[in-house]
C-alpha cells in the first residue's frame, strides 16, 4: 500500500483501503444492536387475604414461642426477616400469584410503591424519674415513686399483710417500689448496666406491701405496664445517674410504603441503605388498634437476654452509652426498636386471620384498624425482564464512516480504472496461486512431460526448462490452442495459468 502510495497508483490504493476496511465492518456490526431493559409498569390494586385481629381472645400468653426464637436469630445473626414482617412492622398479606408481567411473566418482578395495611407496636416509654444519686444506706436498695399518671393502683389484695388497720387501702396513695437488692440482669464490669424492674415492682403503702399484683393489673387498667431501668451501681452496693423507664406499649395500624420483590414478597432494601428506610410509614394514617396484654406481652421467658440483645445484638451499643441523662434518647429508643421486632413476630406468628375465610374480626373487636383489612393495596407492578434490541448511536456513526469511505474509494478505483477488469480468482494465498496452474492442458501433453523428466535427469538448470514455451494467464478453452494442439472441450472455460510452444527461427527463444 505504501508502493502504491508513493508510485501515485491511485486506483490500486483505492481498491486496498476499500479490501482493508471491510473487516472492521464485522467488528462494527457486532456492537450495532444491544438487548436493553425496557422496564414496563401498571397500576394495580390488590385485595388483602391476610389481616390481624387481636381482639378474638384466641390467644392469651405468647411468651413461650418461636417469636422471641425469631427476634434472637434476626438480631444475633443477622437473619433476614420472615416474609410478611420487615423491622418493626408486620404487614397485611396479598396473593402474588395474582400478579403477572408482561407475556404471562411472574419472575423478574416488583411491586414498587406499594401502600399496603400494616401493624406496628409502639412501646410508648417515658421518663418516670432520674436519680443523680442513691448514697442514703436506706434507699440504695429501693426505689419508691409516685405511680404515673393515669395509674390508679387497685386496693390491697386479702392476701397481703398489714402492720396497721388505719392503713389505706382505696390505692389513691399507694407507691410503686421498685427493689434493686438483686443483681442487674445485663451489667459490664466498670459497673453500668440495664435492668428490667417489672417483675421486681410492688404496692407499697404506709408499710403495707402486695406482691400478688401482675404488671398487667397494677393500674387497675388491664393493659401492660413495664419499667426499665439504666444506671451505674459502684462497688460498695450503691447507685448513680438511674433513669427509670415507665412503658404502657400498644399496636397500632398504619399504611406504609415499601418495594416487595415478587413472587418472593420480599423487602427491596437498596444498597447502602438501612433497613428501616426501606419502609416509609405515612403516620398520618397511624390509628390506635390494641393495647391487650396478650399482645403486647414482653418475652418473659429470658428477661435477661432480652436486655443482652441492646448491647449484643445487630445495633447494639455498649452499656455506658446507655447511662446518663444525656443518654436517655438513646435508651428509650434502642428499647422500642428492640420491642418492636419482637412483637411484629408476635403478631405475625399468632394473630393473622384469613379475610378470605370471615376470620379477621370485625370493627367492634379491634376497633377503626379493623377497616384496614377492606382497603386495597395500590402499587405499580415493574416487570424488569422485558428486553428490546436498542441500536448503538455511536456504532451506527461508525458504520456509517466505514461506508461511505468504501463507496469513495470504490468509485475512485473504478473511475481511474475503468478497462481493468476484476480477477475471478483471487491470487492472494500460496493456495490460490497453485489453483491457477490446476488443469492446465500444458501439464497432460505426454511431449511435454518427457522433455521435463529428461531435462531433470540431465541435471539442466530449472530456467531453461520451458524455453520456447509462452505462458499466459487468462481464459482458456473455446477455440485457445494449448500446449497439446488441441482444442478444449467445447462449453468448458477456466481460468488460470497455460503454455503454448512458440515456434520462432534464428534460435531465438520463448516469452
Known amino acids: 500500500m505504501f508502493h502504491a502510495a508513493r508510485k501515485r ?53 405468647v411468651s413461650l414461642g418461636g417469636d422471641y426464637d425469631f427476634l434472637s436469630l434476626i438480631e444475633y445473626t443477622n437473619m433476614t426477616y420472615p416474609q410478611w414482617t420487615h423491622g418493626q412492622y408486620a404487614f397485611s398479606t396479598f396473593n402474588p400469584a395474582t400478579i403477572h408481567g408482561t407475556n404471562g411473566n411472574d419472575t423478574a418482578l416488583t411491586l414498587a410503591a406499594a401502600r ?34 393515669g395509674c390508679h393502683p387497685p386496693p390491697l389484695s386479702s392476701s397481703s399483710s398489714s402492720s396497721s388497720s388505719s392503713a389505706n387501702t382505696n390505692g389513691t396513695d399507694r407507691q410503686l417500689r421498685f427493689s434493686l437488692a438483686s443483681p442487674p440482669t445485663t451489667i459490664d464490669a466498670d459497673g453500668y448496666f440495664v435492668n428490667d424492674l417489672t417483675e421486681y415492682g410492688m404496692l407499697y403503702s404506709s408499710g403495707i406491701a402486695s406482691e400478688d399484683l401482675i404488671p398487667a393489673a397494677v393500674c387497675g ?94 445495633g447494639g451499643m455498649p452499656l455506658r452509652e446507655f447511662v446518663g441523662r444525656e443518654n436517655v434518647d438513646g435508651f428509650r429508643g434502642r428499647v422500642e426498636e428492640l420491642y418492636g421486632i419482637y412483637i411484629a413476630q408476635v403478631l405475625h406468628t399468632y394473630y393473622r386471620r384469613s379475610t378470605l375465610e370471615g376470620d379477621a374480626g370485625g370493627v367492634g373487636d379491634d376497633g377503626v384498624a379493623a377497616q384496614f383489612a377492606a382497603e386495597p393495596i395500590n402499587g405499580t407492578v415493574v416487570d424488569g425482564a422485558r428486553m428490546r434490541l436498542v441500536q448503538n448511536a455511536v456504532s451506527t456513526r461508525i458504520l456509517e464512516g466505514l461506508l461511505a469511505a468504501m463507496l469513495v474509494c470504490g468509485a475512485v478505483a473504478c473511475v481511474l480504472e475503468g478497462r481493468t477488469r476484476i480477477l475471478p480468482k483471487d491470487p492472494g494465498s500460496i493456495a490460490a496461486k497453485m489453483s491457477l496452474f490446476a488443469d492446465g492442458e500444458v501439464w497432460r501433453d505426454r511431449e511435454v512431460v518427457e522433455e521435463v523428466r529428461e531435462e531433470e535427469r540431465g541435471e539442466r538448470r530449472r530456467e531453461n526448462l520451458f524455453k520456447g514455451w509462452a505462458f499466459r494467464m487468462g481464459w482458456w478453452g473455446e477455440g485457445e490452442e494449448s500446449a497439446g494442439g488441441g482444442n478444449a472441450e467445447a462449453g468448458k472455460r477456466r481460468f488460470g495459468v497455460d503454455a503454448t510452444r512458440v515456434y520462432v527461427d534464428n534460435g531465438s527463444s520463448g516469452v
Not at 394495580?44 to 387481636?54: E, P
Request: glycine fraction near 6%.
Open 221 to 314: 387498667d388491664d393493659r401492660s405496664h413495664f419499667w426499665y431501668l439504666s444506671g451505674h451501681r459502684r462497688d460498695n452496693g450503691t447507685h448513680d445517674s438511674l433513669s427509670l423507664l415507665h412503658c404502657t406499649p400498644y399496636i397500632e395500624a398504619l399504611v406504609v410504603g415499601a418495594n416487595f420483590s415478587l413472587p418472593g414478597v420480599e423487602v427491596i432494601v437498596e444498597e447502602g441503605e438501612e433497613d428501616e428506610a426501606a419502609v416509609v410509614p405515612d403516620e398520618d394514617s397511624a390509628v390506635f388498634m390494641s393495647a391487650a396484654p396478650n399482645a403486647t406481652a414482653r418475652p418473659w421467658n429470658d428477661v435477661g437476654q432480652f436486655l443482652s440483645l441492646l448491647v449484643n445484638g445487630t
Open 116 to 149: 399496603l395495611p400494616a401493624t406496628r407496636a409502639n412501646m410508648n416509654c417515658t421518663l418516670t424519674h432520674y436519680f443523680p444519686h442513691l448514697n442514703d444506706s436506706a434507699r440504695t436498695q429501693d426505689i419508691l415513686v409516685d405511680p404515673p399518671a
Open 9 to 61: 497508483q491511485i486506483a490500486l490504493l483505492a481498491s486496498m483501503l476499500t479490501a482493508l476496511m471491510a473487516p472492521a465492518l464485522t467488528i462494527v456490526t457486532s456492537g450495532l444492536y444491544t438487548p436493553t431493559p425496557i422496564p414496563w409498569s401498571q397500576d394495580i390494586a390488590l385485595d388483602v387475604t391476610g389481616w390481624f385481629h387481636i381482639g378474638d381472645g384466641k390467644v392469651r400468653d
